[in-house]
């Protein structure tokens, strides 16, 4: 049984942050899950995707964002307590269908949960999303804590059938990936089908409809600002005359810092958990009560703004400040320390830093970027076209783990944007130059997003070439499902889109089906999709060797080893692949016995044919 399936109420668990959601929505009687699975929030649907194995709660792995939420939303009108996640950019896909979804309602509890990523660790910019609650109109909760993060998220599903609207749950990296103990609630049944009543003068969403919807929204807004006046997270903690206005991780910086400078009794911190809207009689209470205003929040001055406005708004005159004391700015994490020496110096607290260890001695540790693994298959991938193409092309590629294609000595990615540009783009680029496009795209992310630029690049007649690494899994998010997989092995029955059919469908003439370890033939079929006068498809299918090794089918051949009598030293192995397998002893190279997967790429690019089995 799934451990957040333990129907013991009052028991203790540590849970990582995800877990914690998870659980919280399981206890509010959540029926209806999708996502697409984006880091930080891939453990939350993990946990769904097993939990549905075993219960009626209705899962899936949807093909984008915005199916997902689409998908959801017909759940949540008929009466299905939904919840659909995503990272931050995600909600960018989502975001056609949540605006208008803002404006129609649901009919169950919807929770949407948005994980941003501060300091952009798996992601391509760190983006704010507590700007689409303002945008779209609708309610943001943000917990502090593993215990906030499951009790909150049952509230939020309460909140949202309420108001009849979807509730933003936002969490940070930091909070998703946390590990802490949380107090268990009880286990609520799942509803396993619902009801629609038909009402197209509120669902279907044409001008004249939505010009009375968007007034029904605005009057729910001033009902969730009612309801974020009283809410349990939303709170003054402590009577001193210096104010802290935080929010999310940052509470527990503050906290800390204002025990740690043995100022308590001089603080009063406003703790924003239902953050928008925000509490203005709340506000007005805590800006009565303090002299100064310092707000502690991670990424935009978003609540900070708020409060000037309000402060203006009310008459009151008070400094607040945020953005630019001490070395709180727009980029990036705080830290607990950041934040301890902002509070001391804003409120002229005397603070000696602690002294750092003296570190002078020691040398540096060496870099350590992040790698294809041993054996990936785009590495093969990656040799052939450049091989073929040589340094002169261009090279657009995509979100995923081929997005490491950009490090040497691959050297092979010149342009990312977002999930699917680099189909889109190729035809921007082979318009405008006269250089060959190469352009790399992974079998999830086409399905993602990549099916349109190529529709678009086949009706525009466009010329470039497109490779499709297909490894038979979202690999760079934990190996979820797509619906290019075959998901047997996973105990779960899901029809499998065959991906040569589907290029073929959208108009492609010229498509290639390879097998990159084998490096020869990679090469002619590179060749001849280059010479293709036209948009030509190449699709690179090998398993992901990690994802094959959990599912029972990983690679059997026996790891290679360097001949040392033979080897001659032109490291092209090393110089061409740079597989992490490999490594020089002294003058010497050597393959790790350890990590190689038995792959051959290596042996069949070494010009002594140095490289051979081990016995």
């Known amino acids: 049984m799934h451990k957040l399936l333990t129907d013991s109420p009052g028991m203790e668990m540590l849970l990582l942050g995800n877990e914690a959601i998870a659980r919280g929505a399981l206890e509010a009687g959540l029926s209806f899950a999708t996502c697409y699975p984006g880091t930080p929030s891939s453990e939350i649907p993990e946990q769904f995707f097993r939990i549905s194995q075993e219960t009626d709660l209705c899962f899936e792995y949807s093909t984008n964002e915005k199916v997902a939420l689409e998908v959801g939303a017909g759940a949540a009108v008929s009466g299905l307590r939904t919840m659909v996640t995503m990272k931050h950019v995600g909600l960018n896909v989502a975001a056609d269908p949540l605006m208008t979804l803002a404006y129609s309602g649901v009919k169950a509890g919807m929770v949407i949960v948005t994980a941003d990523d501060p300091y952009l660790f798996s992601s391509q910019n760190e983006q704010d999303n507590r700007y689409y609650a303002r945008l779209s109109g609708l309610p943001m909760l943000e917990p502090t804590n593993t215990q906030e993060m499951k009790d909150i998220t049952k509230m939020a599903f309460e909140l949202s059938e309420e108001l009849e609207l979807p509730v933003l749950l936002r969490t940070t990296t930091r909070l998703n990936h946390v590990r802490g103990k949380v107090t268990l609630g009880e286990l609520q049944p799942i509803k396993t089908k619902g009801e629609f009543k038909k009402n197209p003068f509120h669902f279907v969403a044409i001008p004249a409809v939505s010009r009375k919807l968007h007034k029904l929204l605005l009057e729910k807004f001033d009902q969730a600002s009612e309801k974020s006046e009283n809410w349990p997270e939303n709170k003054i903690i402590g009577s001193g005359k210096w104010g802290i206005v935080t929010n999310g991780v940052s ?289 690179s299918r090998e398993i992901c060797p990690l994802f094959a090794k959990a599912i029972g089918k990983a690679r059997k051949a026996k790891p290679f080893h360097v001949n040392p009598d033979k080897c001659k030293n032109h490291r092209d192995c090393i110089n061409k692949i740079a597989c992490p397998a490999m490594y020089l002893e002294g003058e010497q190279v050597m393959i790790n016995q350890n990590l190689c997967i038995g792959c051959a790429v290596c042996a069949q690019i070494c010009p002594e044919n140095a490289i051979l089995p081990s016995k």
């Open 251 to 539: 509470f527990n910086y503050v906290s800390d810092a204002v025990s740690d400078l043995g100022i308590q009794d001089q603080v009063s911190i406003l703790k924003a958990g239902f953050s928008w809207p925000l509490p203005k009689g709340l506000i007005k209470q805590f800006l009565e009560q303090v002299d100064k205003v310092l707000v502690v929040e991670e990424l935009e001055p978003i609540m900070e703004n708020d409060l000037r406005a309000i402060a203006q708004e009310l008459g009151i005159l008070k400094s607040i400040k945020g953005k630019g004391v001490g070395k709180l700015s727009r980029l990036f994490e705080y830290d607990p320390g950041m934040v301890r020496d902002a509070i001391a110096k804003y409120f002229e607290v005397p603070y000696e830093p602690p002294k750092t260890v003296d570190l002078s001695g020691i040398p540096e540790l060496p870099n350590r970027p992040p790698n294809l693994c041993p054996g990936c298959p785009h590495r093969a991938t990656y040799h052939a076209v450049k091989e073929v193409c040589g340094e002169d092309a261009i090279h657009p590629t995509d979100i995923g783990c081929y997005t490491l294609g950009v490090l040497p000595p691959i050297s092979m990615a010149d342009y990312l944007i977002c999930m699917g540009s680099s189909v889109s783009s190729s035809c921007g680029f082979a318009e405008a130059t006269d250089k060959k496009v190469v352009s790399f795209i992974g079998d999830s992310t086409f399905f993602h997003s990549g099916i349109t630029g190529l529709v678009n690049a086949v009706h525009n007649n466009h010329k470039f070439t497109l490779v499709i690494l297909d490894n038979g899994t979202t690999a760079m998010t934990g190996h979820q499902p797509h619906p290019g997989v075959d998901t047997t092995p996973m105990g779960v029955q899901r029809t499998q889109i065959d991906l040569e059919e589907l290029v073929r469908g959208c108009g492609v003439k010229d498509v290639h089906v390879v097998k990159p370890f084998k490096v020869k033939k990679t090469k002619e079929a590179v060749k001849a999709a280059m010479e293709y006068d036209g948009i030509s498809v190449i699709i």
